[in-house]
């Protein structure tokens, strides 16, 4: 009886580590965090917005980004992309027609995986957008 | 017999449910998907640099995105906040010394959340930077 009643907790012990662990996975998710990202290294492609500058989103997103993203291997992350809108300030152009980024664990893998891929990638630029990106390294605080 | 046979397999059913369910949160997780952000709208706020600008991470990071994410509300899905650290073009300058972003679900709302707390906002700058911030309204496309 006692071993029985032994053997049943037991069995049932990793149903509630599992089911504890599920909870925070779930209220991290719902919370929106991104628990991987802090400390990653972020490589922010800018397309700055100006008169006669033209951006081809579909091709970016379906095209362009998937390329390059090709070439960086694990080291990748994750990659996002957004269409600029507006300015958020009253009266003031809009900053910047899109922005792709890449959150990578290493910046010196990150520029190596770049390197014998460059002119491809510039060329590719010619069939999406007529604008000269700003492009920023950054480190992920939050 | 059978009776304890059935009630242990009813008493570990809903463990094999969490074990899976957590296995799929921690995949998702694991491979950085914010699967929440398509369709989001995101307000950057992006301090340019320039010789003699400061800026004070720390404040930015414990004090002011806080207090601004709390007149956000609900309408708020995450924050996040990126120090830059140089261009990603060799011999051109770091273009921002940060970056803060908001991901919300609503402008309007987020503008209605904002714009009685405006000048408590603009006057808090002054306890962290001399920037004045260029702001990106966006839609996540990925």
């Given amino acids: 009886m006692k071993f029985k009643l ?17 909870n925070q996975s779930v209220k991290s998710e719902k919370q929106g965090i991104a628990v991987a990202d802090k400390g990653l290294i972020k490589i922010s492609v800018m397309y700055p917005f100006a008169e006669g ?13 998937p390329m390059v993203a090709g070439y ?20 003031q152009p809009l900053p910047f027609l899109a922005i792709g980024t890449f959150y990578v664990k290493s ?7 770049v390197a ?3 002119d491809a990638i510039r060329a590719d630029f010619a069939n999406y957008t007529n604008v000269v990106p700003v492009i920023l390294v950054s480190e992920v605080v939050k």
């Fill in 6 to 22: 032994i053997l049943s907790f037991l069995l049932l012990a990793p149903c509630f580590v599992a089911f504890s662990q599920e």
């Fill in 53 to 65: 500058k033209t951006f081809n989103m579909e091709y970016y997103e379906t095209k362009h980004m």
């Fill in 72 to 91: 960086l291997g694990a080291n990748l992350v994750k990659y996002t992309i957004e269409k600029g809108l507006s300015s958020g300030i009253p009266n």
């Fill in 107 to 113: 910046l010196s893998e990150y520029q190596a995986a």
């Fill in 116 to 118: 014998p891929n460059r």
